[in-house]
Protein backbone atom coordinates (compact mmCIF):
# COMPACT_ATOMS: atom_id res chain seq x y z
CA UNK A 1 0.00 0.00 0.00
CA UNK A 2 2.92 2.12 0.98
CA UNK A 3 4.57 1.64 -2.62
CA UNK A 4 1.58 2.33 -4.47
CA UNK A 5 0.80 5.29 -2.81
CA UNK A 6 4.63 6.57 -3.74
CA UNK A 7 3.75 5.52 -7.20
CA UNK A 8 0.18 7.77 -7.33
CA UNK A 9 2.39 10.81 -5.57
CA UNK A 10 5.07 10.42 -7.96
CA UNK A 11 2.85 10.38 -10.89
CA UNK A 12 0.82 13.39 -9.83
CA UNK A 13 4.18 15.08 -9.68
CA UNK A 14 5.13 14.37 -13.33
CA UNK A 15 1.97 15.30 -14.52
CA UNK A 16 1.95 18.69 -12.51
CA UNK A 17 5.37 19.07 -13.87
CA UNK A 18 4.27 18.35 -17.93
CA UNK A 19 1.85 20.57 -17.58
CA UNK A 20 3.67 23.97 -16.01
CA UNK A 21 5.97 23.31 -19.19
CA UNK A 22 2.98 23.64 -21.65
CA UNK A 23 1.78 26.93 -19.90
CA UNK A 24 5.00 28.51 -20.34
CA UNK A 25 5.38 27.42 -23.92
CA UNK A 26 1.97 28.86 -24.31
CA UNK A 27 2.52 32.14 -22.68
CA UNK A 28 5.60 32.91 -25.02
CA UNK A 29 4.21 32.22 -27.91
CA UNK A 30 1.71 34.88 -27.16
CA UNK A 31 4.12 37.56 -26.02
CA UNK A 32 6.47 37.07 -29.14
CA UNK A 33 3.31 37.30 -31.22
CA UNK A 34 2.21 40.55 -29.22
CA UNK A 35 5.63 42.40 -30.38
CA UNK A 36 5.95 40.82 -33.83
CA UNK A 37 6.33 43.26 -36.89
CA UNK A 38 3.04 41.99 -38.24
CA UNK A 39 1.57 42.91 -35.61
CA UNK A 40 2.93 45.93 -35.20
CA UNK A 41 2.15 46.70 -39.05
CA UNK A 42 -1.48 46.24 -38.33
CA UNK A 43 -2.09 48.36 -35.12
CA UNK A 44 0.15 51.48 -36.00
CA UNK A 45 -0.61 52.32 -39.60
CA UNK A 46 -1.38 56.00 -38.39
CA UNK A 47 1.87 57.31 -35.72
CA UNK A 48 0.45 59.69 -33.14
CA UNK A 49 2.97 61.73 -31.53
CA UNK A 50 3.00 60.55 -28.22
CA UNK A 51 1.13 63.74 -25.84
CA UNK A 52 4.47 65.10 -24.30
CA UNK A 53 5.33 65.73 -27.47
CA UNK A 54 2.64 67.59 -28.72
CA UNK A 55 1.03 69.46 -26.29
CA UNK A 56 4.17 70.86 -24.16
CA UNK A 57 4.98 74.08 -23.20
CA UNK A 58 6.89 76.03 -25.14
CA UNK A 59 10.17 77.50 -23.24
CA UNK A 60 10.17 81.74 -22.95
CA UNK A 61 13.18 83.99 -23.73
CA UNK A 62 12.41 87.31 -21.75
CA UNK A 63 8.96 86.63 -21.82
CA UNK A 64 8.74 85.75 -25.39
CA UNK A 65 7.66 82.36 -26.47
CA UNK A 66 10.14 79.94 -28.12
CA UNK A 67 9.64 76.46 -29.25
CA UNK A 68 10.63 73.32 -28.00
CA UNK A 69 13.32 71.64 -29.79
CA UNK A 70 12.61 67.82 -30.39
CA UNK A 71 13.81 64.92 -32.96
CA UNK A 72 11.48 63.02 -32.31
CA UNK A 73 9.47 63.44 -35.21
CA UNK A 74 11.75 62.33 -37.69
CA UNK A 75 13.00 59.49 -35.61
CA UNK A 76 11.22 55.94 -36.86
CA UNK A 77 8.03 54.74 -35.04
CA UNK A 78 7.49 51.22 -34.57
CA UNK A 79 7.97 50.23 -37.78
CA UNK A 80 10.28 50.99 -40.12
CA UNK A 81 8.73 50.34 -43.27
CA UNK A 82 6.37 53.16 -44.89
CA UNK A 83 2.67 52.20 -44.13
CA UNK A 84 1.61 54.80 -47.06
CA UNK A 85 0.31 58.67 -46.21
CA UNK A 86 -3.54 58.91 -44.47
CA UNK A 87 -5.03 62.12 -43.00
CA UNK A 88 -6.70 64.80 -44.60
CA UNK A 89 -4.27 65.03 -47.46
CA UNK A 90 -4.36 60.61 -48.19
CA UNK A 91 -5.92 61.53 -51.33
CA UNK A 92 -3.52 64.76 -52.71
CA UNK A 93 -1.56 63.62 -55.73
CA UNK A 94 0.13 67.06 -54.59
CA UNK A 95 1.05 65.53 -50.80
CA UNK A 96 2.57 62.40 -52.29
CA UNK A 97 4.43 64.26 -54.77
CA UNK A 98 6.09 66.89 -52.01
CA UNK A 99 6.85 63.51 -50.12
CA UNK A 100 8.45 61.88 -53.34
CA UNK A 101 10.41 64.82 -54.09
CA UNK A 102 11.76 65.30 -50.14
CA UNK A 103 12.85 61.71 -50.03
CA UNK A 104 14.75 62.13 -53.75
CA UNK A 105 16.39 65.27 -53.06
CA UNK A 106 16.81 65.77 -49.59
CA UNK A 107 16.93 62.97 -47.61
CA UNK A 108 14.09 62.68 -45.53
CA UNK A 109 12.64 58.95 -44.89
CA UNK A 110 9.32 58.14 -46.57
CA UNK A 111 7.48 56.86 -43.12
CA UNK A 112 8.74 60.11 -41.16
CA UNK A 113 6.93 62.37 -43.67
CA UNK A 114 3.83 59.79 -44.20
CA UNK A 115 3.22 60.05 -40.32
CA UNK A 116 3.95 63.83 -39.67
CA UNK A 117 1.86 64.91 -43.04
CA UNK A 118 -0.51 62.23 -42.08
CA UNK A 119 -1.47 64.34 -38.45
CA UNK A 120 -1.76 67.49 -40.23
CA UNK A 121 -5.15 69.60 -40.47
CA UNK A 122 -6.73 71.21 -43.05
CA UNK A 123 -8.08 75.27 -41.99
CA UNK A 124 -11.42 75.88 -44.13
CA UNK A 125 -11.48 78.80 -41.97
CA UNK A 126 -8.05 80.03 -43.84
CA UNK A 127 -9.16 78.79 -47.16
CA UNK A 128 -12.58 80.82 -46.87
CA UNK A 129 -10.19 84.22 -45.50
CA UNK A 130 -7.84 83.93 -48.29
CA UNK A 131 -10.62 83.78 -50.89
CA UNK A 132 -12.72 86.88 -49.36
CA UNK A 133 -14.02 89.28 -51.83
CA UNK A 134 -11.73 91.94 -52.12
CA UNK A 135 -12.81 96.02 -51.77
CA UNK A 136 -13.48 97.15 -54.97
CA UNK A 137 -11.68 100.01 -56.51
CA UNK A 138 -12.46 103.20 -56.56
CA UNK A 139 -11.32 106.47 -59.22
CA UNK A 140 -11.44 109.02 -56.55
CA UNK A 141 -9.36 108.77 -53.50
CA UNK A 142 -11.35 106.75 -50.45
CA UNK A 143 -8.98 107.54 -47.57
CA UNK A 144 -7.85 103.70 -47.59
CA UNK A 145 -3.82 105.03 -46.60
CA UNK A 146 -4.93 106.71 -43.64
CA UNK A 147 -7.24 104.04 -42.27
CA UNK A 148 -4.23 101.68 -42.92
CA UNK A 149 -1.62 103.70 -41.28
CA UNK A 150 -4.31 104.25 -38.35
CA UNK A 151 -3.57 100.85 -37.34
CA UNK A 152 0.01 101.25 -36.55
CA UNK A 153 0.82 104.87 -35.69
CA UNK A 154 -0.67 105.16 -32.35
CA UNK A 155 0.46 106.41 -28.93
CA UNK A 156 0.33 102.87 -27.64
CA UNK A 157 2.34 101.02 -30.67
CA UNK A 158 4.88 103.93 -30.46
CA UNK A 159 5.12 103.80 -26.52
CA UNK A 160 5.79 99.90 -26.56
CA UNK A 161 8.18 100.78 -28.90
CA UNK A 162 10.63 102.62 -26.91
CA UNK A 163 9.99 100.35 -24.02
CA UNK A 164 11.20 97.80 -26.83
CA UNK A 165 13.81 99.73 -28.07
CA UNK A 166 15.19 100.48 -24.18
CA UNK A 167 15.18 97.01 -23.30
CA UNK A 168 17.56 95.77 -26.00
CA UNK A 169 19.64 98.73 -26.88
CA UNK A 170 22.75 96.98 -26.80
CA UNK A 171 21.51 94.34 -29.16
CA UNK A 172 20.10 97.21 -31.78
CA UNK A 173 23.17 98.88 -31.08
CA UNK A 174 25.26 95.49 -32.18
CA UNK A 175 22.56 94.79 -35.37
CA UNK A 176 23.47 98.62 -36.59
CA UNK A 177 27.14 97.86 -36.37
CA UNK A 178 27.26 94.75 -38.40
CA UNK A 179 24.36 95.56 -40.72
CA UNK A 180 24.53 99.24 -41.18
CA UNK A 181 20.28 99.01 -40.48
CA UNK A 182 19.23 101.87 -38.12
CA UNK A 183 17.28 100.69 -34.95
CA UNK A 184 14.24 102.64 -35.64
CA UNK A 185 13.48 100.33 -38.85
CA UNK A 186 14.50 96.98 -36.86
CA UNK A 187 11.91 98.07 -34.09
CA UNK A 188 9.28 99.35 -36.70
CA UNK A 189 9.20 95.90 -38.76
CA UNK A 190 9.26 93.92 -35.09
CA UNK A 191 6.22 96.35 -33.63
CA UNK A 192 3.84 96.37 -37.37
CA UNK A 193 4.57 92.62 -37.54
CA UNK A 194 4.07 91.14 -34.16
CA UNK A 195 3.22 94.43 -31.78
CA UNK A 196 6.70 93.69 -30.44
CA UNK A 197 6.18 90.37 -30.01
CA UNK A 198 2.75 90.45 -28.59
CA UNK A 199 0.62 89.36 -31.09
CA UNK A 200 2.96 86.25 -32.32
CA UNK A 201 -0.03 83.89 -34.18
CA UNK A 202 -1.61 81.11 -32.49
CA UNK A 203 -1.95 78.47 -35.70
CA UNK A 204 -0.11 75.64 -35.98
CA UNK A 205 2.17 76.53 -39.36
CA UNK A 206 2.24 73.25 -40.43
CA UNK A 207 -1.48 72.96 -40.41
CA UNK A 208 -1.59 76.90 -42.58
CA UNK A 209 1.30 75.75 -44.76
CA UNK A 210 -0.34 72.67 -45.86
CA UNK A 211 -3.74 74.22 -45.95
CA UNK A 212 -2.32 76.79 -48.76
CA UNK A 213 -0.65 74.23 -50.46
CA UNK A 214 -2.67 72.02 -51.41
CA UNK A 215 -6.02 73.65 -51.73
CA UNK A 216 -5.00 77.33 -52.75
CA UNK A 217 -4.46 76.99 -56.85
CA UNK A 218 -3.18 80.39 -57.00
CA UNK A 219 -0.78 80.34 -54.64
CA UNK A 220 0.16 76.54 -54.38
CA UNK A 221 3.42 76.73 -55.73
CA UNK A 222 4.97 79.18 -53.25
CA UNK A 223 3.46 77.95 -50.41
CA UNK A 224 4.26 74.25 -51.13
CA UNK A 225 8.01 75.64 -51.44
CA UNK A 226 7.25 77.04 -47.74
CA UNK A 227 6.05 73.62 -46.35
CA UNK A 228 8.78 72.19 -48.01
CA UNK A 229 11.01 74.66 -46.16
CA UNK A 230 9.56 74.10 -43.52
CA UNK A 231 9.95 70.92 -42.77
CA UNK A 232 13.63 70.98 -43.90
CA UNK A 233 13.96 73.91 -40.85
CA UNK A 234 12.20 71.88 -38.35
CA UNK A 235 14.50 68.51 -39.05
CA UNK A 236 17.88 70.68 -39.29
CA UNK A 237 16.76 72.96 -36.40
CA UNK A 238 15.65 69.95 -34.42
CA UNK A 239 11.98 71.42 -33.88
CA UNK A 240 8.88 69.68 -33.18
CA UNK A 241 6.85 70.37 -36.47
CA UNK A 242 3.72 70.51 -34.46
CA UNK A 243 5.12 73.20 -32.08
CA UNK A 244 5.47 76.53 -34.53
CA UNK A 245 2.37 78.44 -33.93
CA UNK A 246 2.28 81.22 -36.40
CA UNK A 247 0.22 83.67 -38.57
CA UNK A 248 -2.27 82.39 -41.19
CA UNK A 249 -0.44 81.87 -43.72
CA UNK A 250 2.62 80.23 -41.84
CA UNK A 251 4.85 83.38 -40.70
CA UNK A 252 6.70 83.13 -37.31
CA UNK A 253 7.99 84.61 -34.91
CA UNK A 254 8.83 88.22 -33.60
CA UNK A 255 9.58 88.97 -37.46
CA UNK A 256 6.92 86.91 -39.13
CA UNK A 257 9.86 85.26 -41.05
CA UNK A 258 8.86 82.54 -43.66
CA UNK A 259 10.33 79.28 -43.68
CA UNK A 260 11.99 80.38 -46.57
CA UNK A 261 13.10 83.79 -45.21
CA UNK A 262 14.23 81.67 -42.36
CA UNK A 263 16.95 79.06 -44.14
CA UNK A 264 18.46 81.70 -46.19
CA UNK A 265 18.70 84.88 -43.90
CA UNK A 266 17.82 83.89 -40.28
CA UNK A 267 20.92 84.08 -38.15
CA UNK A 268 22.41 83.33 -34.36
CA UNK A 269 22.79 86.81 -32.66
CA UNK A 270 22.55 85.18 -29.44
CA UNK A 271 25.67 83.10 -30.09
CA UNK A 272 23.86 79.91 -28.49
CA UNK A 273 24.14 78.07 -31.32
CA UNK A 274 20.44 78.20 -32.48
CA UNK A 275 18.89 80.56 -34.53
CA UNK A 276 14.91 81.54 -32.59
CA UNK A 277 13.02 83.37 -34.10
CA UNK A 278 10.76 83.61 -30.62
CA UNK A 279 13.68 85.10 -29.19
CA UNK A 280 13.85 88.87 -29.59
CA UNK A 281 17.74 88.67 -29.75
CA UNK A 282 18.09 86.81 -32.61
CA UNK A 283 14.97 88.66 -34.41
CA UNK A 284 16.55 91.31 -34.18
CA UNK A 285 19.50 90.30 -35.85
CA UNK A 286 17.36 88.43 -38.40
CA UNK A 287 15.58 91.34 -39.63
CA UNK A 288 18.53 93.79 -40.01
CA UNK A 289 20.21 90.79 -41.85
CA UNK A 290 17.37 90.48 -43.95
CA UNK A 291 17.70 94.17 -44.62
CA UNK A 292 21.21 94.02 -45.35
CA UNK A 293 21.07 91.55 -48.17
CA UNK A 294 18.56 92.93 -49.83
CA UNK A 295 20.85 96.08 -50.26
CA UNK A 296 20.08 98.59 -47.51
CA UNK A 297 22.08 101.18 -47.86
CA UNK A 298 22.87 103.08 -44.67
CA UNK A 299 22.70 106.66 -44.25
CA UNK A 300 20.70 107.50 -47.14
CA UNK A 301 16.45 108.24 -46.89
CA UNK A 302 14.26 105.89 -47.39
CA UNK A 303 11.15 108.30 -49.27
CA UNK A 304 10.88 111.95 -50.25
CA UNK A 305 7.25 114.03 -49.98
CA UNK A 306 6.90 115.19 -53.30
CA UNK A 307 3.47 117.37 -54.75
CA UNK A 308 2.31 116.73 -58.50
CA UNK A 309 0.12 119.59 -60.59
CA UNK A 310 -1.09 119.03 -64.15
CA UNK A 311 -2.69 116.44 -65.66
CA UNK A 312 0.39 114.15 -66.42
CA UNK A 313 0.90 112.54 -63.18
CA UNK A 314 -2.86 110.79 -63.45
CA UNK A 315 -1.41 108.83 -66.69
CA UNK A 316 1.75 107.52 -65.11
CA UNK A 317 1.99 103.85 -63.16
CA UNK A 318 2.32 104.31 -59.56
CA UNK A 319 3.76 101.60 -56.86
CA UNK A 320 6.75 100.85 -55.16
CA UNK A 321 8.02 98.23 -58.71
CA UNK A 322 7.86 101.43 -60.78
CA UNK A 323 11.17 103.10 -61.55
CA UNK A 324 11.29 106.84 -63.22
CA UNK A 325 14.38 109.32 -64.53
CA UNK A 326 14.06 112.80 -62.64
CA UNK A 327 13.67 114.29 -66.00
CA UNK A 328 10.53 112.45 -66.79
CA UNK A 329 8.80 113.59 -63.34
CA UNK A 330 9.43 117.10 -63.81
CA UNK A 331 8.11 116.76 -67.48
CA UNK A 332 4.57 115.62 -65.65
CA UNK A 333 4.34 118.13 -63.40
CA UNK A 334 6.05 115.97 -60.09
CA UNK A 335 8.38 118.21 -58.04
CA UNK A 336 11.85 117.27 -57.63
CA UNK A 337 13.70 117.78 -54.41
CA UNK A 338 16.75 119.75 -55.42
CA UNK A 339 18.59 116.88 -52.88
CA UNK A 340 17.89 113.82 -55.30
CA UNK A 341 19.76 115.35 -58.46
CA UNK A 342 22.12 113.08 -58.09
CA UNK A 343 19.90 109.71 -58.29
CA UNK A 344 18.80 108.31 -61.73
CA UNK A 345 16.00 106.98 -60.98
CA UNK A 346 13.32 106.38 -58.41
CA UNK A 347 9.44 105.32 -57.64
CA UNK A 348 6.63 107.12 -57.64
CA UNK A 349 4.16 106.52 -54.70
CA UNK A 350 0.32 107.23 -54.76
CA UNK A 351 -1.31 107.28 -51.38
CA UNK A 352 -5.06 107.65 -50.95
CA UNK A 353 -5.69 109.70 -47.99
CA UNK A 354 -8.46 110.79 -46.47
CA UNK A 355 -7.93 114.64 -47.93
CA UNK A 356 -6.45 113.41 -51.05
CA UNK A 357 -3.87 111.77 -53.00
CA UNK A 358 -0.65 112.23 -51.74
CA UNK A 359 2.49 111.87 -53.81
CA UNK A 360 5.77 110.68 -52.73
CA UNK A 361 9.07 109.38 -53.89
CA UNK A 362 10.50 106.24 -53.26
CA UNK A 363 14.46 105.57 -53.14
CA UNK A 364 16.81 102.46 -52.62
CA UNK A 365 15.82 101.73 -48.97
CA UNK A 366 12.21 101.96 -49.26
CA UNK A 367 12.25 98.93 -51.88
CA UNK A 368 13.92 97.45 -49.47
CA UNK A 369 11.52 97.70 -47.16
CA UNK A 370 9.06 96.34 -49.84
CA UNK A 371 11.01 93.42 -49.78
CA UNK A 372 9.64 92.13 -46.82
CA UNK A 373 6.02 92.95 -47.49
CA UNK A 374 5.26 94.05 -51.35
CA UNK A 375 3.22 96.53 -50.30
CA UNK A 376 4.07 100.35 -50.76
CA UNK A 377 1.00 100.72 -47.90
CA UNK A 378 3.63 98.42 -45.74
CA UNK A 379 6.52 100.20 -46.31
CA UNK A 380 5.21 103.77 -45.75
CA UNK A 381 3.76 102.13 -42.54
CA UNK A 382 7.11 100.67 -40.74
CA UNK A 383 8.66 104.36 -42.26
CA UNK A 384 6.29 106.52 -40.75
CA UNK A 385 6.55 104.19 -37.31
CA UNK A 386 10.58 104.18 -37.78
CA UNK A 387 10.96 107.70 -37.78
CA UNK A 388 7.85 108.43 -35.17
CA UNK A 389 9.73 106.08 -32.85
CA UNK A 390 13.58 107.95 -33.72
CA UNK A 391 11.88 111.24 -32.88
CA UNK A 392 10.04 110.17 -29.39
CA UNK A 393 13.51 108.75 -28.78
CA UNK A 394 15.65 111.53 -30.04
CA UNK A 395 13.70 114.59 -29.82
CA UNK A 396 16.34 116.59 -30.78
CA UNK A 397 17.39 114.65 -33.92
CA UNK A 398 16.41 114.66 -37.48
CA UNK A 399 13.81 111.95 -38.77
CA UNK A 400 14.36 111.94 -42.70
CA UNK A 401 10.99 112.40 -44.68
CA UNK A 402 9.22 112.36 -41.17
CA UNK A 403 5.54 114.51 -41.82
CA UNK A 404 3.75 115.24 -38.48
CA UNK A 405 0.71 113.19 -39.20
CA UNK A 406 -1.53 113.36 -36.36
CA UNK A 407 -1.00 110.12 -34.52
CA UNK A 408 -3.98 108.26 -32.57
Same mark, same amino acid.
Given at each position: ??? /?????????????????????????????????????????????????????????????????????????????????????????? !???? #??????????????? #?????????????????? %?????????????????????????? %???? +????????????????????????????????????? +???????????? /??????????????????????????????????????? /????????????????? !??????????????????? +?????????????????????????????????????????? /?? #????????? !??????????????????????????????????? %????????????????????????????????????
Amino acid at each position: MHI /AQRSLFISFIVWALVATLLAACGSSHEKAADTSPQRVRTTSRVWVAPPEMRRTRPTTHAGKVAVRTSRRAFRHGPARWSSGLSGDYASYP !AATR #LIDKLVREVGFERAD #LERILGQVERQQWILDFV %NRPKAKWSPRPTGAWTRYRAKFLTQD %NISK +GIGFWRRYGKVLRRAEARYGVPPEYVVAIIGVETRYG +GYLGKHRVIDAL /ATLAFDYPRRSKFFTGELESFLIMTRDEGLDPFEPRGSY /AGAMGLGQFMPSSFRRW !AVDFDGNGKRDLWNPVDAI +GCVANYFASHGWRKGEPVVVRTSASGTGVGAMKTGYDTSYRL /AA #LRRNGIAVT !AGLDGRERVSLIKLDAAGGYEYWLGLKNFYVITRY %NHSSYYAMAVHQLAQALRSRRNPGGSALAWVGVPIR
